[in-house]
């Protein structure tokens, strides 16, 4: 898309100036708009053409039975996917008894803008009808990151060459009719008719529909209002029908006449609260957003975007379309986020039906870490969700025969709804995910109160799941036996080291915040021999190692595996999961996405810098990017083992993911954890942000034999940054121990500058640095160690 | 059932002396009758009340589209599974307008009688009206071992306490209404109206219907004649609707008058012919029985299996329950099998709906060794099945990237029908099973012509499998990868060892096949650099072992996982699959049946004795049999590894799992591997049939290191009698290399005579003797070795 002829690059926008029905799709999920509770796609006014409409509530779905040929014990029989819920955007247009329709008549100009700082999407049209007829159209668009319940149209048209007779139809549309999606696994699944109408209502300028699902009874209020203007003897009438509500606007229009509308949508829903309870919530919303009036709502938005960006603005300096891409990624994050208000972060945000619109694991592995340093609030909400749905994680362990929690590898509501357990139920490192991320908002920001509340239930139960699942061998070593790892073309392995050494993690997270807020051990059940005993198997978890070739293994027993077969693999079987069985996939030395790469990542004091190069270059040929989680991981590993080329390129791809539909699936929606991915390539790879947190063992007989890291004690971040020869500047900031670090780094000099909190001690590239606030100082960047370039797969090379 | 009151031990029959409704399903199932084209089952001759009504077509089936809730690459698409056809047992009877239903009146006696030597099924039953008019009927049921198409059923009826009006009511019953089953996963699917109406017709004493199957597009023909004797003003008329065609006869008849009805039934079925043709079958069929006679049928029936059971029997003397259990299941193997003719034999024959209807390796593996030795034309006929299936295999290979043949897990035509791949596509060993019984049967039968066509058909492209799904690692050995073994309580492993050695055996085999028909090595492709590629990977495949523990290892690591918490596990628990999830399962030690020990058993060569015995103590306790494949399997390792008491309480496990219905599933159909469990037991447990075929290493250097059984190169088979102290005497018969052996033994002697063919060296317990045509040689038994009995897990010692 950013580099479609349509759309060029801009530092503080996406601009498309040309229409191409061809990417009409694409174009919704890349315009949509959300605020973490409502989200819109961006979708044309007057509804079609279309690719796909979309309106969705967080956390409002259908549930359908899960079909299973074969059926086991303690697989999950509901599944559910998000819903388009009623379409508050719909605008239609008649000019001349002409529908407004793209596919007819002639467009003359359009250009759409949504812009990064005002959260507004911008529409400007010029099109004549089939009869000759010219009309200028420009809309404004906004779900509203102030008021969460409220979005916002403003709407104008204007004829250009003669008068015209104009009808605006501003509608409510429920149960719209949905394009049929392909047999491909990833799509989400079609639900017709999800909504069963309650109760229908149109007076005045005023109209509202009330619905409830069809099938998981959660009741949908929509309330919309409208201000009206127009020339002399416009006039307006307002209808309801069950699936419908609708505003009609009539008026003669003269050139230089304008017939202007402003409409305020309130959505609400609730699966516990009456219809009266819910049409209240609408119509008070909507009361709310009257009063703020259009103005105001573009005010608010703009200033919350201000506040936001005024921590998390990321300056690149040298590439316009990764400046871009950046921005587009952290605009789309706080925007699926904002407001989500302890209700899950989709993978998908609320930009589309993809994946069902659950949230996965990329939640907390990719997209917390960056508004973590960005948006912090919205992380302590995105974990309360996942704090509120322990309830079903226990009940999903006893099911499992296991202690503590296990929470969903996908769901909406806190069920596990994946039917693939070899990819799902026994892919636990969804729970160290958690833990990891609980910890590392807890360490950024120095939230104690949410540490000793949600983050403590979190940590114990997932330490709990790790204990009950691993096991001693006769080798006095802690196994954790039949996991899936992040790489989904391995499964059912012995000690993933990925999950091994996050677990780990987590057993040590649970007992350092058990220690710090001993007076809610009693409430958890938490003695101190179970602490000791978290310790204890921490230290002694597995940590598989090839001594022959001197590299990790990404499970016990991997580099002895066959090797894929890349040559004999053509460029159009990938992805290899449609055109190869899982069996074969799992039992060869294939990597769809990082995973040993991600450990020495997300767990970098397990291995020493020497063993970071070897075990890059040993999995780069085999790691084939399957998924859009990878490509920013291995920017991180790249930059850090002085690939700095190839971790550009890789920069570029999870820049790139969405903007350039690099999967192929960006009409479903934009990937959230790619879009945190540039930011992660960008800020933990060139800005070398490579450990937020030493955790030296409390007993030095703790530390176990595969744990070589450089540890300093007292340092509470390790930055390492070395800009690739690409960029002349990079500049962001960061939250360590609640304070906030500046990094603007050259080629050769960087700044660190701290810009609020007290005094602390980071490293930069091992050398010790105390920050003190608002005096910077400035280093030297040394050179990038060399080493020959790794290899890529046949034809898998970074796509830029 | 054979414990049951109702059911008096019998050597030669299978009797029921009242009628329990509550064990009527089982009943139904024990007293089927079949001949391997067309099974009945035992149900009541008025159709009510019943079980599960019951008529099968060996290979007439219902496709059904596969449901995955989340796809994947090279799933299997559709289903099949058996269905009731056309039911031609169905006679239903009125006394006095009263139906006779034995759920009201009185029913004052009740037998049933299964004779194995007459092959017909007897019923004598009285019976009081609710007004209290007593008749008498009786009837004689057989489906025909010599005219396969057809089955014919003689009836009488008289009363006994004074006149009656009768109404006899023979009918051809189309799409039965069955009883909905359970959600058991092991359950048949129920098929609702599989049947589409072609054709019904009725005159005279004759009735016809033909239907095509509503999936599968499979015409299915059946035709009636009936033979009426009774007093004067016997009277009858036929009529046909789409789904039912009716003879009623009426008769008054005074006590001291008899009404009989001889009802000959014809099946046809074709996917490929026409509904003319079809019929013209079925009318030929017809044409023949009546032509034969009743009691033609009836004669050759008893010749049949007089031929049968002259070189099948097995005599035990010491345990009447178990002599009737294995000639219970050998008549019901031979049923299975008798008229199979190039078709599957089902894992439950024609006796029921479960698992579908579909053959697995059961087949291979269990029912065609004692088949082998029994009627070896029967095994033949399932290869030449399997060789037919041949195209459908090599493709599903292509689907799966792998060379040659990958026979299906489960399936009626020979398409994959597996829809859970963990343990389906990837339990590879189906295809060395398929290998081994080629071998087998050659090696017993001395059929060089089967040798040289579908024989070796199927070794060469079995063989090629196991090359293309292996690899040489970096340590020399040959591996495969992502295996499912016997045992499905583990799947995907490395090295399942029962599939490395079947591999092997199946790679030498191959060789060896080639090597002695070279004249067909170039039609398919085979070179000598292939056959020594063959040689060398055989003499490489990894035989995973545990030099601490100094057991064989059922995979590689298996040893190392954490072993199943038995004591915590409750014997409700039990099936386990039906109270624990898969993962947890598989990556814990607990074995479903036996699989290192089933290795030990079909790859001898592989173990020393002493390796035999600590094994089978390593995997005792570790195995819950929650199969019905695991208890004979177990009772030959018991056996050899001198457990003689153990051995006998496996074997009695074995001999009753459908007689007793130990599995609660013996209403769905007969388990025909355990069936040929107890010949297995008896045969090769105690009879000590250890090996029919050293494999002596072509070249010397090609002997693995983990081979290490005793080899005596001209020795044709090895036997090692020993008799458990609960029996006086065990005989039986066996063919080695087209010689018919007979093994004749007591608790201190056994008595070897070779009934048919030139001399043969055989060895008794390691001593060799040379055999001659009708010589007997008596030799002593020497006593068993002692060691400790090796335990089961809490709750799971044999069930006897």
Chains 1, 2 share one sequence.
């Not at 040929?69 to 599944?79: D, F, V």
């Not at 590439?319 to 925007?335: I, K, N, S, T």
Request: with cysteine.
């Amino acid at each position: 898309m950013i580099t479609h002829e349509n759309f060029a690059p801009d530092p503080w926008q996406l601009r498309e100036t040309a229409l191409d029905l061809g990417v009409l799709a694409q174009s919704e999920s890349v315009f949509a708009q959300s605020n973490g509770h409502l989200g819109w796609r961006g979708n044309l006014d007057e509804g079609e053409p279309h690719g796909l409409p979309g309106s969705y509530l967080n956390s409002v779905y259908a549930s359908h039975p899960l079909p299973y040929a074969e059926a086991g014990y303690g697989y999950p029989e509901s599944g559910q996917t998000t819903v388009n819920v009623t379409d508050g955007k719909v605008i239609r247009l008649l000019v001349d008894d002409h529908p407004f329709d793209l596919r007819y008549g002639e467009l003359l100009s359009h250009e759409r803008v949504l812009d990064f700082r005002t959260g507004v999407l911008s529409r400007s049209v010029e099109w004549t009808t089939p009869s000759g007829r010219t009309v200028r159209l420009t809309s404004q668009r906004m779900v509203s990151l102030a008021q969460r319940a409220v979005a916002a149209i403003s709407y104008g048209v204007e004829t250009v060459n003669g008068p015209a007779t104009i009808a605006v139809q501003s509608e409510l549309v429920a149960n719209e009719q949905l394009p049929t999606t392909s047999g491909d696994p990833r799509m989400a699944a079609v639900i017709d008719s999800p909504l069963l109408p309650e109760e229908h209502y149109a007076n005045g300028t005023r109209l509202r529909l009330i619905h409830c699902t069809a099938t998981s009874g959660q009741r949908v209020a929509v309330a919309a209002d409208h201000i009206v203007q127009g020339p002399e003897g416009t006039a307006w009438a307002a209808e309801s029908e069950p699936d419908v509500a609708r505003l009609t606007v009539t008026a003669t229009l003269e050139p230089g006449q304008r017939l202007e509308l402003v409409k305020f949508v309130a959505y609400g829903w609730s699966a516990e609260r009456s219809l009266p309870a819910v049409r209240d919530q609408v119509e008070g919303g909507l009361a709310g957003a009257r009063t703020t009036g259009w103005q105001g709502l573009v005010d608010a938005q703009r200033a919350c975007l201000d506040e936001f960006w005024s921590c998390a603005d990321v300056e690149v300096e040298g590439d316009e379309e990764v400046q871009q891409a950046v921005r587009f990624g952290l605009f789309h994050l706080y925007q699926a986020s904002a407001r989500g208000e302890r209700r899950p972060i989709p993978a998908k945000g609320l930009t589309g039906t993809g994946y069902d619109g659950h949230a996965f694991w990329d939640t907390e592995s990719f997209v917390l870490p960056v508004l973590t340093h960005t948006a912090p609030y919205t992380v302590a909400s995105a974990l309360a969700w996942r704090q509120s749905t322990l309830p079903r994680a226990l009940e999903r362990a006893r099911q499992l025969g296991l202690e503590g929690a296990t929470f969903p590898w996908r769901t909406i509501n806190g069920a596990e709804c994946s039917a693939y357990w070899p990819a799902g139920t026994v892919a636990f490192h969804v729970n160290a995910d958690i833990a990891a991320a609980v910890e590392r908002y807890v360490f950024s920001t120095g939230d104690r109160e949410f540490q000793r509340g949600p983050g403590l239930d979190l940590l114990v139960h997932t330490a709990r799941l790790w204990r009950s699942l691993g096991h001693f061998g006769a080798d006095g070593v802690f196994h954790i036996d039949g996991v899936t790892g992040p790489d989904e073309y391995s499964a059912i392995a012995r000690d993933n080291l990925y999950t091994n050494a996050m677990a780990r993690r987590n057993l040590r997270a649970a007992a350092d915040a058990v220690s710090l807020h001993p007076d809610r051990a009693p409430d958890l059940g938490v003695s101190a021999e179970e602490i000791a005993d978290w310790r204890h198997t921490a230290a002694r978890t597995a940590i598989p190692y090839n001594r022959r070739l001197r590299v990790h293994e990404q499970s016990a027993g991997f580099t002895d595996q066959e090797p894929w077969d890349f040559e004999a693999t053509s460029e159009d079987q990938y992805p290899l999961l449609l055109h190869f069985p899982y069996f074969d996939l799992y039992r060869k030395q294939v990597v769809k996405q990082a995973d040993l790469v991600l450990a020495m990542f997300t767990c970098p004091d397990e291995f020493t810098a020497e063993e970071k190069v070897r075990n890059f270059a040993y999995y780069e040929p085999l790691t084939v990017r399957d998924s859009s989680l990878s490509a920013c991981c291995q920017a991180v590993l790249a930059a850090e083992t002085g690939h700095l080329r190839l971790a550009w390129a890789y920069t570029r791809e999870a820049a790139l993911m969405d903007l350039d539909d690099l999967e192929h699936n960006t009409r479903d929606g934009l990937h959230m954890a790619s879009l945190a991915g540039t930011w992660i390539a960008l800020v933990q790879g060139f800005g070398g942000l490579r450990r937020i947190r030493p955790t030296p063992p409390a007993d030095p007989r703790d530390q176990p034999s595969g744990m070589a890291g450089p540890v300093e004690p007292d340092a509470a971040a390790l930055f390492a940054p070395r800009l690739p020869s690409s960029l002349t500047r990079l500049a962001f900031n960061v939250r360590v121990q609640g304070r906030l670090i500046r990094l603007d780094m050259g080629q050769s000099t960087a700044r660190y500058t701290l810009l609020s909190g007290g005094p602390l001690t980071v490293t930069h590239h091992g050398t010790r640095v105390e920050l003190t606030v608002d005096t910077p100082t400035d280093l030297p960047v040394p050179p990038a160690p060399a080493s020959p370039e790794p290899r890529q797969p046949k034809g898998r090379a970074p796509r830029t």
